[in-house]
């Protein structure tokens, strides 16, 4: 049996930086907003309607946000650029790559991550397909890049990222990591990846389409800025025009032109989970997670996202008419613990179920 979850203090009180939260597992399909996020969102709303928002303050909020984010995970805001959707970042990735590439996917892991790649075909790029417990071996001497979400969306299962960095740095080969479904809960440090994509509207509780790439050093020169616009410029107000084009030297020439009014919402969320201590938000959702998998006679997996077989949805409908949010993915029940969750929540999903054997908490080769 797990030790009973014990909230620290300072995570105690971050609680209270959330309106609400109480039944709401679904962390992973969407996070909840903060007040300060709030507040910042409706600010720019009462701005934009007053005729006073400004590109000006508009980007002030993206560099806030930007060197929030690389704070959160262990990169100088240089390294960071912004985007929209990881989609569209691992479409930029895939357009860099060289004709008859090899890329080394999960199988079964978000289409965010794979199809970018698939779209590539018709230039010779090759995808290899390989079980999250096997991605390190199939990398090979052919291989250019792999690419991997950190903690797979469907199952929660997290990524042995040191046996696939090991077998990449062997070969050669580029490693792009997608940490949507980890930073927030699982501490990161995206130095460890060539490039790495996240969306902040999950764990991060940001607006939805607010995202981040992090480039790696060797990456500066090889990634092409083939979305580049005058934001991207050295400086943007001064690359509004054609036909000279002078593209910022450090990660900033892959950002997008931001969308404004999601920014200063992004930039109060970051804020805030920037000043966590991201060891200790491991710890009390985790311990979540692992205290409801007892409660269902799963293994504990150290998670904060926790599944199980449900092809029928009768699990997923029950928790539903128990008045509890939580997700179905894959033909598999998913709940997830964050910081405005309680060991109430697990009793009631506890109590929402019936009691039968829900085999493992992963699927096979995950």
Not at 139 to 165: E, H, K, M, N, Y
Not at 168 to 191: E, K, R
């Amino acid at each position: 049996m797990p030790a009973p979850v014990i909230v620290p203090q300072p995570l105690a009180a971050a609680r209270a930086a959330f309106v609400g939260g109480a039944g709401y597992l679904a962390a992973c399909t969407q996070g909840l907003p903060l007040r300060a996020t709030l507040s910042a969102s409706r600010a720019e709303l009462d701005a934009w309607e007053r005729g006073e928002a400004t590109p000006a303050a508009y980007g002030a909020a993206v560099e806030e946000a930007r060197a929030a984010f690389g704070s959160i995970v262990g990169v100088p805001a240089d390294r960071v650029a912004i985007g929209s959707q990881v989609s569209a970042i691992a479409a930029t990735v895939a357009a860099s790559l060289p004709d008859g590439a090899e890329v080394v996917c999960v199988d079964g892991d978000f289409s965010s991550m794979v199809f970018p790649f698939l779209a590539q075909q018709h230039r010779g790029v090759t995808v290899v397909h390989a079980p999250l417990d096997r991605v390190a071996d199939a990398i090979g001497p052919r291989t250019s890049l792999v690419a991997f979400s950190l903690v797979q969306s469907a199952t929660g299962a997290v990524a042995d990222s040191d046996a696939i960095i090991a077998a990449a740095a062997t070969h050669g080969a580029i490693t792009f990591a997608d940490l949507t479904q980890a930073v927030g809960w699982l501490p990161v440090d995206a130095s460890r990846f060539d490039l790495t994509a996240c969306h902040a509207y999950k764990w991060l509780c940001a607006p939805r389409g607010s995202a981040f790439l992090t480039v790696g050093d060797r990456m500066l020169d090889e990634l092409r800025p083939v979305q580049a616009g005058w934001f991207a410029g050295d400086d943007p107000w001064a690359s509004c025009y054609g036909p000279d084009m002078h593209l910022a030297r450090d990660a900033r020439r892959f950002d997008v032109s931001p969308a404004w009014p999601v920014w200063p919402g992004t930039a109060a969320a970051l804020a805030f989970f920037a000043g966590l201590d991201q060891v200790a938000v491991h710890a009390y959702t985790s311990g979540l997670g692992d205290a409801l998998s007892d409660r269902l006679g799963l293994p504990a997996l150290g998670q904060a996202i926790v599944t199980w077989p449900d092809a029928d949805g009768s699990d997923l409908a029950a928790l539903s008419a128990s008045g509890i949010r939580a997700s179905g993915r894959a033909g598999r029940a998913r709940v997830a613990f964050h910081l405005w969750n309680t060991p109430d929540d697990v009793a009631r999903v506890g109590d929402a179920l019936p009691a039968k054997d829900r085999g493992s908490a992963e699927p096979a080769g995950s």
